[in-house]
């Protein structure tokens, strides 16, 4: 995923099925996996609900989704990274 270009970003952890709130707002690479790969009793894709991510470019894509986080709130007994698109910068 990461080699082929993917971009994505945690955008969501439930830390009772395993998700550790320092994951919230990272992008996935190849450190991020291997950390993931390191973590007992959790699934690495998160197909068990750990965590959920947003892919915002890639190779798929035909232009990156520009976002920012505004920060964190809780729903549900999720940790949630609230975002939303970059405000366009006007060239001079």
Same mark, same amino acid.
């Given at each position: 995923?990461?080699?082929? #270009?993917?971009? $994505?970003?945690?955008?969501?952890?439930?830390? =009772?099925? #395993?998700?550790?709130?320092?994951? &919230?707002?990272?992008?996935? $690479?190849? @450190? %991020?996996? /291997? =950390?993931?790969? +390191? !973590?007992?009793?959790?699934?690495?894709? #998160?197909?068990?609900? @750990?965590?959920?991510?947003?892919?915002?470019? #890639?190779? &798929?894509?035909?232009? @990156?989704?520009?976002? +920012? $986080? %505004?920060? !964190?709130? !809780?729903?549900? /007994?999720? &940790?949630? *990274?609230?975002?939303? &698109?970059?405000?366009? !910068? *006007? /060239?001079?």
């Amino acid at each position: 995923f990461v080699a082929r #270009g993917h971009r $994505s970003r945690i955008v969501s952890v439930y830390p =009772e099925y #395993g998700g550790r709130p320092e994951w &919230l707002g990272q992008n996935f $690479s190849s @450190e %991020l996996i /291997a =950390e993931l790969e +390191q !973590t007992s009793n959790i699934d690495v894709c #998160g197909e068990c609900g @750990e965590y959920h991510s947003f892919a915002w470019g #890639g190779p &798929l894509f035909q232009w @990156e989704i520009p976002i +920012q $986080s %505004l920060g !964190t709130f !809780t729903q549900d /007994a999720h &940790l949630c *990274l609230d975002l939303k &698109l970059k405000e366009p !910068t *006007l /060239a001079s």
